[in-house]
């Protein structure tokens, strides 16, 4: 099991930016490639980046590319979501999921690629 706590969401104005932090206690952390989503009101669950193991390799949903930059401290147990030039449309709970790679790939962009979730943390943007 891997539990997974989120902080950092908050009220902001638009161009202003929020780093949000998810700290994971249990199975071994850096065993997890890592990722964050989002979800607004009235709409499914979507990707926003993701990180792998070690690290050295990201992905990140068109939405945000250039704009957040997702990263991890292996050491702290603790993943990163780093938001600048925040638009209203971010607007949504985030959420924190971990993922085992399976038959050796990390990259997961879909909700059920990822077994373990956290309780997400609110971004709102207003404009």
């Known amino acids: 099991q891997v539990q997974l706590v989120e902080s950092g969401g908050g009220l902001v104005q638009a161009g202003d930016s929020l780093r949000l932090s998810c700290a994971a206690s249990g199975r071994s952390f850096s065993s997890n490639a890592m990722g964050w989503f989002r979800q607004a009101p009235g709409k499914e669950r979507e990707f926003v980046a993701t990180i792998s193991m070690s690290g050295s390799s990201t992905y990140y949903a068109d939405s945000v590319k250039g704009r957040f930059t997702i990263s991890r401290d292996n050491a702290k147990n603790t993943v990163y979501l780093q938001m600048n030039s925040l638009k209203p449309e971010d607007t949504a709970v985030y959420y924190c999921?971990?993922?085992?790679?399976?038959?050796?790939?990390?990259?997961?962009?879909?909700?059920?690629?990822?077994?373990?979730w956290g309780q997400g943390t609110q971004v709102t943007v207003s404009s």
């Open positions: 999921a971990a993922r085992p790679p399976r038959m050796g790939l990390w990259l997961g962009v879909r909700v059920n690629d990822y077994d373990y």
